[in-house]
């Protein structure tokens, strides 16, 4: 168990091999909550918590369940069900115990069971072999680099609130080309770490 | 803390005194700031330099015209801003880019980069720079091939060759030494601008020059340019030797287009943040992602890519560092 490893792969997730910019993956929340900057701190916070837990509870069903009944080519479809479970307690749960950070990031619990990433994420440590500290670092890496997409993103619509944008291309499409600039800049990181 | 604010926003009556300063004199008065170094680009790459600026001005004006135009909006190429953007690509590009390079690169920069986002004053990034880093992942041998500069003015076949980072970067400190003689050479030559390299980024003395224009006529402040070339400074000598503390600062800030990106390119009022302390944070960052990916990153050089990365990041700064409204009182928490 090695700190450094660890701390390479959250960089790594999180700014070299960032899930929006560099795999394109999770656009549809990436382009449905950055509008304003207060939905995607919320959704920054909620997401990067999911995305720790439900990647060391893949991990510990691959590991320990599907392993030895030698069921992991339906890992698609339980990874799925470990995270639909997941956040359905989750939602549940938090509704009982504290209703006011329910009201503040419910909304956001529902919509990240159908973000591609946190399927990606389960699929990629179980692709690599990752043990289970790699796993939550991968995840806590991804969910930062997600959180950092969002944060950026928003700031910068929230920005161009007031341009003269031409009118095909207001709102959605400039967003999309806002992204691929970002992408652009993005891949300055390539090369930095190999895994 | 009353004593704290004195601050006194006075407005008198009319008639007010009108500034002189307009959007179009200071563009005008940067392009006037670059002609040293463009002067000098001359004198090393001879009539390439030439062509291929004047290809990128050329058609950075003709794209924004048509643009407007065509949208029946007001053509704004009067400002100079395309100019400005076409001088600054060029500048940015290799002596040997072929004629389609400055095309592409003006198109992504006046249209993509610039127009579609609102025009001049909307535009997230820097507009030269995205069209040269686009050019550089689509066509990365085309705009890694260094011609030698000559110095004479004939146009010839010039002997390809490699940047002075490019060769730090792949054969390491000795190698540079050997193909330059001694320190003292090393210096002089990228003071004055005879190594390999863009256009307008070799000559930091024809670059100084320039930005003393723009910090006298108050168009551009020191708080990017020296906090940025400050950490590209300090980070050289901490990391980029052998051991700790070894590194050789100057050859850094000397060589590839830290000066020319620091001085002309993040100070852009558009992209970059507008508070002073945020102006110093972007310094940093920038110097520091520069650092980054030359010691550490998969490219020699990390000028266009830091500023472009600290673009992103500019809106971010400007709301975090934003100065309290003056009377606002504090949210009060509970």
């Known amino acids: ?195 | 803390m009353a004593e704290a604010k004195t601050h006194e926003l006075v407005v008198s009556v009319s008639p007010h005194i009108r500034g002189k300063e307009t959007v179009g004199r200071i563009m005008w008065t940067v392009n006037l700031s670059l002609l040293p170094a463009f002067i000098m680009s001359v004198y090393y790459f001879g009539p390439r330099a030439v062509y291929v600026t004047g290809l990128c001005i050329v058609a950075s004006v003709l794209f924004e015209h048509a643009f407007q135009v065509s949208l029946k909006k007001k053509t704004t190429i009067g400002d100079g801003s395309a100019f400005l953007t076409g001088l600054l690509l060029g500048l940015n590009l290799p002596a040997s880019s072929p004629f389609f390079i400055p095309i592409i690169g003006s198109f992504i920069a006046i249209v993509i980069t610039k127009l579609l986002f609102g025009g001049l004053g909307y535009n997230i990034f820097n507009p030269a720079l995205i069209g040269r880093a686009f050019l550089l992942i689509s066509f990365p041998k085309l705009l890694t091939t260094w011609t030698e500069p000559t110095a004479k003015f004939i146009d010839m076949d010039a002997k390809t060759t490699a940047t002075p980072l490019g060769i730090l970067k792949e054969e390491g400190l000795v190698r540079l030494m050997e193909v330059f003689g001694s320190k003292t050479e090393l210096y002089k030559s990228l003071f004055m601008g005879s190594t390999a390299g863009s256009l307008g980024e070799t000559s930091a003395i024809a670059l100084l020059i320039g930005a003393a224009l723009l910090l006298a006529r108050g168009y551009i402040t020191w708080h990017i340019p020296v906090s940025y070339v400050a950490t590209v400074g300090a980070l050289a000598w901490v990391f980029g030797g052998e051991g700790l503390f070894t590194g050789d600062p100057l050859i850094h800030i000397l060589s590839g287009s830290l000066i020319l990106g620091a001085f002309f390119m993040a100070t852009d009022y558009v992209s970059g943040p507008t508070v002073r302390k945020g102006q110093l944070i972007y310094g940093i960052g920038c110097g520091a992602i520069t650092m980054l990916i030359r010691l550490k990153g998969g490219f020699p050089e990390g000028v266009m890519f830091a500023i472009l990365l600290m673009n992103c990041f500019a809106p971010l700064i400007d709301r975090a560092v934003k100065p309290d409204l003056f009377g606002a009182v504090k949210e009060q928490k509970k």
């Open chain 1, 1 to 195: 168990m090695e700190f450094g490893k660890l701390f390479e792969l959250v960089i790594a997730a999180s700014l070299i091999n960032n899930f929006v910019f560099t795999r394109f993956l999770g656009l549809c929340i990436f382009f449905g909550v950055s509008r304003k900057m207060e939905t995607a701190v919320g959704m920054s916070i909620t997401f990067t918590a999911v995305m720790v837990v439900s990647a060391a509870l893949s991990w510990v069903v691959y590991e320990y369940v599907m392993i030895p009944l030698d069921i992991t080519f339906l890992k698609i479809i339980i990874f799925i069900g470990i995270v639909a479970a997941f956040v359905q307690s989750a939602d549940t749960i938090m509704k009982k115990v504290s209703p006011t950070l329910y009201y503040k990031l419910g909304v956001y619990l529902a919509l990240i069971t159908t973000n591609c990433i946190i399927l990606a994420v389960p699929l990629i440590n179980a692709g690599e072999h990752y043990s289970f500290f790699e796993s939550i670092a991968f995840g806590l890496g991804s969910g930062l680099g997600f959180a950092l997409a969002l944060v950026i993103m928003a700031s910068i619509r929230e920005k161009l609130e007031v341009a003269d944008v031409p009118a095909p291309f207001k709102g959605l499409p400039i967003s999309f080309i806002i992204a691929g600039l970002i992408a652009l800049a993005f891949t300055g990181f390539s090369g930095l770490i190999t895994l």
